[in-house]
């Protein structure tokens, strides 16, 4: 896994790296493996060349017991000694190097220690065995996730299946995902000894897979490095042509955000808010962005203000201290702490423009946001260590089996379970590697709710098709349509953030969904369980809303319904012969209203039908009317649903059993997955309609059941 890297003295990718960290030297790591080799360390001190890292990892665990990262490197080094690199370096430089990354973005003691020993199962006689009686079974698990990933051959469908494995082991540990960054982020480093083809091999993937996943896993200090070291590699041009800009930049003399930050400094004294303001240089690859973007490039497009804070309150303080004293830049505002982005990143983005034009690009988060956004999940402690007292509080929002020590992982996102659920059902390692490059390509996460509380996370631009197959699997085969916000809506619906999605299923065992699924699935788990559906039915499925068995007619007129009789209305007009509309079909207790129509009719029309305002319109007066003490009534009911087979039968059914008489039935042609069905029924107590329509919409398949609304004349 770790034996390609060979170099790090390396002429090209590693030039960005340092000179974007020109404060921090890098270790001489070749210095470092010689004198590890000069002798073993004494039992009572730490060895010099582990120093820094212990050094690194105390400035953020001041009272660690760093005895476990002692035997680790002693156990490491022994090992691995007499092994060389290709660059002729002692071998052990590669794990002290991965594990110096890892203590300084913030790792725990057993990451550091497992990360010494990831080579040793897998490169020297070391036995997993010997890792657990030595360092326990937390530390052997993850140097077992890690030596499950073997050593990558970069050939087409060795790559893949590679990932596959180390999305299987890291959806159980984090941490193994975490050392698995760390370990290519140094071989990067050291690539330039390598063929130029292997080397552009190794950056492809590490470009369409590892760096999407340490964007998604919040590890921006690791992303943005690795972009560096891939873009030197895969576009040296343009990596020189930015190269040229920063150096031109850098001699054009003083920072102009340094003003800025001078000046917020002043503003935020002012205010009694307490902050560190920090300028900020932009990486190789983001400079190439934003002249892309911008095409000529400012002075401050080269860097942005940080400004850091205690409080999450600060945070806001902060920026109405900033859009008071300087003119913001609205459309350049982004609140992620209020709406947090997918990889647990937090903080406000801002622009303040100066009196003298200058604009400058503002991040303000607190000092606990920037340890996150920096070092993503690795920042996040242990997450699998017991809880302590306070922790274990019923109160404290943990589980029972996080209490009883089970592996619950807080800090693994939906989107890593979702791969997990899916990566077992992609049928080769070509779907497997373009499912997973799609899905890593979307950058927003959002989360959509369930009628029952839960929530569902999927990619920005998922539909009612991506949710309903993220609830039920498989069983989404079934699924006939969706209420979104309490509305209906099609599988094809796109979903925002913060929806309400209730699934309807059908009854149908054998339904299943159509090719017209795949144009709205966004979710590899989606598409494939559709692809496979359709794979082992090769018949072409017609969507569920076309597999109504009943002939479908042409969507009728107002002029075909029957009119109902006049029941019992009673209007104002001695004589004169009464009718109920076929526009509204009325029945007690509506509120009604009649006119008087040519041949000395009076039509009985609902308040709120249309035809009330447009009888007005032309001047017809209005006749006096109210029920009388006949209960019978003729009614006009209107049924929608997701076609389905037999959903007609089933629907006279339910009609019969409320004791209701089918006057006439029709149903129109299929629409965007929809039926529509017109009942014409003669109901022998008005009071009986309520339930009527209760019970039609309780047939499978039905969205909605409501009266008729037909359009009609003036005149009728």
């Not at 299946?161 to 975490?178: I, P, Q």
């Not at 943005?224 to 001699?251: C, G, K």
């Not at 039926?675 to 029924?681: A, I, P």
Request: charged share 25%.
């Amino acid at each position: 896994m770790s034996a390609e890297a060979t170099n790090p003295a390396m002429s090209g990718p590693a030039t960005p790296a340092g000179q974007r960290r020109r404060g921090r030297p890098r270790l001489d790591l070749r210095r470092l493996g010689r004198a590890a080799l000069m002798g073993s360390a004494t039992r009572d001190r730490l060895p010099d060349a582990i120093g820094h890292v212990a050094e690194a990892h105390r400035a953020h665990y001041p009272d660690a017991d760093l005895e476990p990262l002692r035997r680790a490197w002693v156990l490491a080094e022994s090992s691995h000694r007499g092994q060389m690199r290709k660059s002729g370096e002692p071998y052990i430089t590669h794990p002290l190097a991965v594990t110096l990354i890892l203590a300084q973005l913030g790792a725990e003691i057993t990451t550091l220690t497992a990360s010494l020993l990831h080579d040793t199962v897998e490169d020297t006689d070391v036995t997993l065995d010997q890792v657990r009686t030595e360092f326990g079974d937390d530390v052997c698990y993850l140097v077992d996730g890690v030596t499950k990933l073997e050593k990558v051959d970069y050939g087409a469908a060795a790559e893949p299946e590679t990932f596959r494995k180390m999305l299987v082991a890291t959806g159980n540990d984090v941490r193994v995902m975490s050392i698995k960054l760390a370990d290519r982020l140094h071989n990067m480093r050291t690539l330039g000894v390598m063929r130029p083809e292997k080397q552009a091999r190794i950056a492809k993937v590490t470009r369409d897979v590892l760096i999407p996943l340490a964007e998604r896993l919040g590890v921006q200090a690791l992303k943005t490095e690795l972009e560096d070291l891939v873009f030197a590699i895969l576009h040296p041009e343009e990596y020189s042509r930015v190269q040229e800009l920063i150096a031109a930049n850098a001699v054009g003399g003083g920072d102009p955000l340094e003003g800025t930050a001078d000046d917020v400094r002043t503003v935020l004294r002012e205010a009694d808010i307490a902050a560190e303001v920090l300028i900020r240089p932009r990486h190789f690859v983001s400079v190439h962005r934003v002249h892309r973007k911008r095409g000529e490039m400012r002075a401050a497009d080269f860097g942005r203000i940080l400004v850091l804070v205690n409080e999450d309150a600060d945070c806001y303080g902060v920026l109405g201290e900033l859009h008071t004293c300087f003119t913001p830049v609205v459309s350049e505002f982004k609140d992620f702490i209020a709406v947090p982005k997918f990889n647990l990143y937090q903080s406000l983005h801002t622009a303040v423009a100066r009196p003298d034009g200058e604009v400058a690009e503002v991040l303000i988060r607190t000092h606990q946001m920037h340890k996150v956004a920096e070092a993503g999940v690795v920042a996040l402690r242990n997450p699998y260590a017991p809880p302590s007292e306070e922790q274990s509080d019923p109160g404290s929002g943990l589980s029972e089996d996080a209490i009883e020590g089970e592996r619950a992982d807080p800090t693994r996102p939906g989107w890593l379970s979702r791969l997990l659920d899916w990566q077992e059902a992609a049928p080769d390692p070509d779907t497997f590697w373009s499912t997973l490059r799609e899905d890593l390509a979307q950058d927003r996460e959002i989360a959509v709710f369930r009628p029952d509380g839960g929530t569902l996370g999927l990619p920005a631009g998922a539909s009612c098709v991506d949710a309903a197959y993220a609830q039920y699997g498989e069983d989404a085969h079934a699924c006939i349509g969706a209420r979104v916000n309490g509305r209906l809506a099609t599988l094809s619906t796109v979903l925002r953030d913060g929806d309400t999605v209730q699934l309807l299923m059908g009854q149908d065992a054998a339904a299943g969904p159509s090719r017209e699924w795949l144009d709205h699935a966004r979710t590899p788990g989606a598409r494939i369980a559709i692809r496979r559906w359709l794979t082992t039915h090769p018949t072409p499925a017609s969507a569920p809303s076309a597999s109504a068995p009943e002939k479908p007619v042409p969507p009728p007129q107002a002029a075909d319904f029957p009119r109902p009789a006049a029941a019992n209305a009673v209007v104002d007009r001695e004589g004169a012969s009464v009718r109920l509309a076929g526009c509204c079909t009325p029945v007690p207790p509506d509120e009604v209203t009649a006119f008087a129509v040519r041949g000395g009719v009076v039509t009985v029309h609902r308040v709120e039908c249309p035809a009330v305002g447009r009888m007005k319109e032309v001047g017809r007066p209005e006749v006096g009317v109210h029920w009388g003490d006949s209960a019978e009534c003729r009614v006009t009911l209107i049924a929608e649903s997701f076609g389905r087979a037999h959903l007609m039968a089933d629907l006279t059914e339910a009609i019969a059993m409320e004791g209701v008489e089918v006057m006439s039935a029709t149903v129109e042609p299929p629409s965007q997955q929809r039926v529509r069905h017109t009942y014409t029924l003669q109901l022998p107590d008005a009071d009986r309609l309520p339930g009527l329509m209760r019970a039609m919409r309780a047939v499978p398949g039905v969205y909605d059941v409501s009266r008729a609304q037909h359009p009609a004349s003036a005149t009728s």
